[in-house]
């Protein structure tokens, strides 16, 4: 189980390099090779003064106040080497030091700023599932670990971070639209009728719709439409069949399944995970993807957990 863990580390890293990096690399190599003409240095600096900016800007202080001390290193001796450095070069580089200062301050700022709205707009999520959970004893917990599972196959698949977020968003707000499903039939412990089975399937689409005009969740309300689909076609509400569904949506299918297997309700007591892997697997090839199983199989529960828990951020992403 190590690759999955080394999975879930790698979609953590973070490269220290930037797009700016590059072009300020650019910009230095054509000042070293070309003279550094003082007549250009004024146009020059302003190239390196917006790069800064938009470095500060994205990555807070420390990164362009470090590469606007290099550089100002770089253009001093390239100066000297021309016989052209004198006392009063530092000044002309100090808007430099000043743009990374500023654009580094304004950055941080922003940065906190959008950590604290996506800490934000998780709870409400949070909140939204726990509203549905609190109608239904038998789910509570249901969406919160239902998005965990997604995330760890999604992670485990080696999906992209924001895919893992889309995810596991869907699976807390994937039962979303049964907060129109009367209770006389949401709660019903028997057996449901033609007309009860209908209102139940209406879910996805009523939970899809209102997702849908939240602009922020509209990858996540196609998730919800689509996670009853089933891989043989005769799912609901569309009868979307093979690699129709959504990669994330066929996912989905999957965590909320191994979830309900693996919870107590009042016609069945919970499986292990071992005994839910193996009756997901009698569903290979006609309820599920056999690619997204056969991953879910090389899991285990410990494994899948951790995987979840560590490939998002816990402050803006966690489930």
Known sequence: MDAWKRQAATNKTISPFTWEDGVLLVLTLAWVIFGGREDLFHVYTVGIMVML?????????????????????????????????????????????????????????????????????????????????????????????????????????????????????AGLLHDFGKIGTPDAVLLKNGALTPEEERRIQEHPVVGGRILEGIPSLEPTSALVHCHHERYDGSGYPAGLAGTSIPLKARILTMADTLDALMTDRPYRKTLSWDDAILELERGSGRLFDPAVLGTLRRLNLKDAEAIAINSLDPKVGAV
């Not at 998005?147 to 995810?167: F, H, N, P, Q």
Request: proline fraction near 4%; hydrophobic fraction near 40%.
């Open 53 to 169: 900016l938009s470095l500060g800007l994205r990555k807070g202080m420390v990164p362009p106040l470090i590469r606007a001390a290099g550089l100002t290193g770089v253009l001093y001796f390239s100066d000297m080497s021309h016989g052209r450095a004198h006392p009063g070069f530092l000044t002309q580089v100090l808007p430099m030091m000043g743009c990374g200062f500023l654009a580094g301050i304004l950055g941080g700022r922003q940065k906190r700023a959008q950590e604290a709205l996506k800490l934000s707009f998780t709870r409400t999520l949070q909140a939204l599932a726990q509203t549905l959970e609190a109608r239904d004893p038998y789910t509570e917990g249901h969406s919160r670990r239902t998005a965990r599972y997604a995330v760890a196959i999604a992670g485990a698949l080696g999906l992209d971070r924001k895919s893992m977020e889309t995810i596991g968003q």
